[in-house]
Nanobody
């Protein structure tokens, strides 16, 4: 059974930075895609960024140029470096791994951008 553990959320001032980590464990077979999603209060969950096994990234327009997704295949871990954070980035951030036989979600980590 595959499990995801997220870390790195917290409170940061506008313009600040945070780095999220998502480590997958269990029976993981490549190729797989890992992604970060977020959900703000009263809004639907939305894709922030994803990265394929090849390393090819994909970003939401709202975070392009500010966020960078990366992965360490040897450790089955994905990272989301978030710079120039804005109040509108405040949300619960969820990690997801897309495997050949389904998808698994993490428990979510809160990111709050506020002065």
């Amino acid at each position: 059974q595959v499990q995801l553990v997220e870390s790195g959320g917290g409170l940061v001032q506008p313009g600040g930075s945070l780095r999220l980590s998502c480590k997958a464990s269990g029976n993981i077979f490549r190729p797989y895609t890992m992604g970060w999603y977020r959900q703000a209060p009263g809004k639907e969950r939305e894709l922030v960024a994803s990265i394929a096994s090849s390393g090819m990234p994909n970003y939401a327009d709202s975070v392009k140029g500010r966020f960078t997704i990366s992965r360490d295949n040897a450790k089955n871990t994905a990272f989301l470096q978030m710079n120039s954070l804005k109040p509108e980035d405040t949300a619960v951030y969820f990690c997801k791994i897309q495997l050949f036989n389904g998808q698994i979600w993490g428990q979510g980590t809160q990111v709050t951008v506020s002065s």
